[in-house]
């Protein structure tokens, strides 16, 4: 059994930061409110760390993440990799039924409680549990927040990016355990693949340099050679794989406008060649 030290990964933890931000040109729940907790809680932010153009793709990815979900009707939802993403508190506090259980890594999991908490009351149907996704024992553990008679929706927006193809496998492996015992689907926003890598370079140049300063992670060398490339490795895996392009959701985008960007940059610049996936276990 392989295993895993959570300190292999806590480079990553920054781009929660990288991600946060943008959302403020967003009209997501939270957003505004996250930020400033989070520029409470750390002294400095390093400056590569705050790229405007970045919301556009992440204000995509986190609504049409939305819309799947909400077709869904899932009322057990788990969140990995959550980092600061407001999707958990918001639905719960909408829908006390739901049962909402995000994992990241126990240090990331500490600071979201403490900006949350700073922010309005946690609800008692979110459980924001330390965790690793690598780590199937870190997966099992949330299963005692579910009814094993209801199906579980398993989301993500990041982290398969920042991951090797063997680590990518064990993440998926350890969802189609969870899956298999409940049924259910995963919704996935991180299907980068390498033309959306290089669409996203020309956009924003310094974006995958940073990332790769910062984590020590090969976001281009880590993606997809194509879609064909992604569902024959995930369908090795046990998986089909349904893609919806981010720009599905353009026209519900608010931080075009608030950017001063054309709708022709949105759909050429910054959201060409990204997509959302919906998992389903293949039938035996």
Not at 204 to 215: A, R, V
Not at 241 to 258: C, G, M, N, R, W
Request: overall charge negative.
């Amino acid at each position: 059994m392989i295993k895993f030290d959570d300190s292999q990964f806590e480079d990553i933890i920054p781009t929660a930061i990288l991600t946060a931000y943008p959302r403020t040109f967003s009209n997501i729940t939270y957003s505004k409110q996250i930020f400033e907790g989070i520029r409470t809680y750390y002294e400095t932010i390093d400056e590569n760390l705050i790229v405007d153009r970045l919301a556009v793709e992440l204000e995509a990815r986190s609504k049409l993440i939305d819309r799947l979900l909400a077709e869904t009707g899932s009322t057990q939802i788990i969140e990995f990799a959550s980092g600061f993403s407001s999707r958990g508190i918001a639905m719960a506090e909408f829908n006390p039924d739901i049962q909402y259980v995000e994992i990241d890594l126990p240090k990331m999991a500490d600071v979201k409680r403490k900006v949350l908490g700073n922010i309005t009351s946690i609800p008692h149907n979110l459980h924001i549990v330390g965790g690793n996704a690598l780590r199937k024992a870190d997966f099992d553990k949330v299963c005692d927040y579910f009814d094993a008679d209801e199906q579980v929706t398993i989301v993500n927006e990041g982290l398969l990016r920042y991951l090797t193809f063997d680590e990518k496998a064990i993440v998926a492996k350890n969802i189609r355990t969870i899956l298999e015992k409940f049924g259910g689907v995963w919704i996935s926003g991180d299907g980068g693949t390498k033309a959306f890598r290089n669409n996203q370079n020309k956009a924003m140049p310094e974006i995958n340099t940073t990332i790769l300063h910062k984590t020590g992670r090969n976001t281009i060398g880590n993606a997809f050679e194509s879609q064909d490339h992604f569902k024959k490795f995930f369908g090795e895996l046990g998986f089909s794989v349904e893609f919806h392009s981010y720009t599905e959701i353009q026209d519900e985008l608010t931080s075009p406008k608030a950017l001063g960007l054309t709708q022709d940059e949105v759909r050429d610049k910054l959201l060409a060649y990204a997509s959302a996936m919906v998992f389903r276990l293949k039938k035996a």
